[in-house]
């Protein structure tokens, strides 16, 4: 089983300031998952990705395979940013998600 | 467009009673559908899992089970509910390989 690692696992910061979020996992994997869980508990998806970086609106999302780690970064935080977010790796041939704990983020006005 | 549906939102048994927990999926066939936990500040844990009609995995020893009696239905049940089993049940599907996208939940909680 992949085991996945996130750090921090709480995060406040003040509006405006640039976060990074980050996920290591143990075995070598086709692609990584960002997920965003808001208070109310409903999860979205971010991002998949297998490569280098990919970028949507203030998220940026990095991965180095080599060194099995995964950034996600936000840029100009902004209050409606505060949720938990969770990574994920394949697992089985890609049918099922191993799931990182979550990083609770607090963006503060 | 794809959209994945949940119901009830919200769901208080008591413990000993029976759970009906819907998930449909519009606007695909034949996804990988999946069933999620999440206790009160917990991960998120998978439950089941399923490739095709009538195909389901089990990832935990539990007194849930999970049926898949049409491709975009998924439905999970247990006879006798335990105080544990309460928590926030998430649907999800996805195509092998690619990303899963998740519906909005229920949130059982067992008296």
């Known amino acids: 089983k992949n085991e996945v690692e996130q750090s921090p696992q709480n995060l406040t910061a003040q509006e405006g300031e640039f976060i990074t979020i980050n996920c290591s996992y143990s075995v070598g994997i086709s692609a990584l998952h960002w997920l965003q869980q808001h208070p109310g508990g409903g999860i979205v998806s971010l991002f998949m990705l297998s490569s280098g970086k990919k970028k949507h609106g203030r998220l940026i999302a990095t991965i180095n395979i080599q060194e099995k780690h995964s950034s996600l970064h936000i840029t100009a935080s902004h209050p409606r940013d505060s949720a938990v977010y969770i990574c994920a790796v394949p697992f089985q041939g890609a049918q099922k998600l191993v799931f990182g704990q979550g990083t609770r983020l607090t963006i503060n006005p | 467009s794809q959209t994945i549906h949940q119901w009830p939102a919200t769901l208080v048994q008591p413990v000993g009673s029976p759970l009906s927990l819907e998930c449909t999926v519009e606007?695909?066939?034949?996804?990988?559908l999946y069933w999620y936990r999440q206790a009160a500040g917990r991960g998120l844990q998978l439950l089941f899992y399923?490739?095709?009609?009538?195909?389901i995995s089990s990832e935990v020893p539990q007194n849930l089970s999970a049926s898949r009696p049409q491709d975009r239905q998924f439905i999970l049940s247990s006879k006798k509910l335990l105080l544990s089993d309460s928590g926030f049940y998430l649907c999800a599907w996805s195509r092998m390989g690619h990303e899963q996208f998740f519906g909005p939940g229920t949130r059982l909680t067992v008296l």
């Open positions: 399923s490739v095709g009609i009538g195909q």
């Open positions: 606007g695909t066939s034949n996804p990988n």
